[in-house]
């Protein structure tokens, strides 16, 4: 996608969704980093409904170091793999209380010393909590990129370096959830909304549903 189409492609998405949120629920950076890690193999939709439950008794660092891997685990046992996410949340709050004064680290290499905190989490939280401009790609921002050829590439960190450099600076802190929210409601993987997608005419992607 040449450097005009990718202009008109972010101000189109611009427009129809001004100010992009998450569709996680959080209150705190806390519970945005739980959440993010708790989202790995999950939807949005699934850690929301475990987390209501366990942000109700353990809303930050604090209150969550006092529940052992079990007890988190019992709330969040909805989710795939959430034995192994209890005890990474379990160390991950332990090590913001007792390196980071229980507050959530601003910086990169920190964040992914976490555990269960890699690359794409991490962009997450660097952009979301922090407002940095990084763009976590997951499937869905994977699949967007590529399909559209918006930026073309066979990882995650490569799609992620390509989009980092090819995305308009007035586009970029928003650019993750414009892409996440458009490839996760329109342009999904089974059965995509190319009818209504506002950027079909800028997209290149041979296989798109035209009737």
Known sequence: MNKRNIEEFFSRLSRKNPN???ELKFSNNFQLLVSV???????DISVNKATEKLYAVAPNPFLMSLLSVDEI?????????????AAFIKKTTE???????????KERS???????????????????????????????????ANRTSLAAGKSPTEIENVLIRKTPAKYKKNAHNWL?????HVCKSRN???LDCL?????????????
Do not use: M
């Not at 890690?37 to 939807?43: D, E, K, M, P, V």
């Not at 090590?95 to 680290?105: D, F, M, R, S």
């Not at 996440?180 to 996760?184: A, D, F, Q, T, V």
């Open 95 to 105: 090590e913001i209380l007792t390196t980071y004064g229980g507050l959530v680290p």
């Open 37 to 43: 890690i708790l989202s790995a193999q999950a939807t």
């Open 199 to 211: 950027v079909s005419d800028l997209c290149t992607w041979r296989e798109k549903v035209k009737s």
């Open 73 to 85: 685990s019992s709330y969040i046992n909805t989710i795939g793999l959430h034995k192994n996410k």
């Open 110 to 144: 920190q964040l992914e010393a976490l555990p269960g905190v890699g690359r794409k989490t991490a962009n997450v939280i660097l952009n979301i909590a922090f407002g940095q401009e990084t763009i976590a790609v997951d499937t869905h921002i994977f699949r967007v």
């Open 20 to 22: 992009p949120k998450t």
């Open 180 to 184: 996440l929210l458009h490839g996760r």
């Open 192 to 194: 995509p909304n190319c």
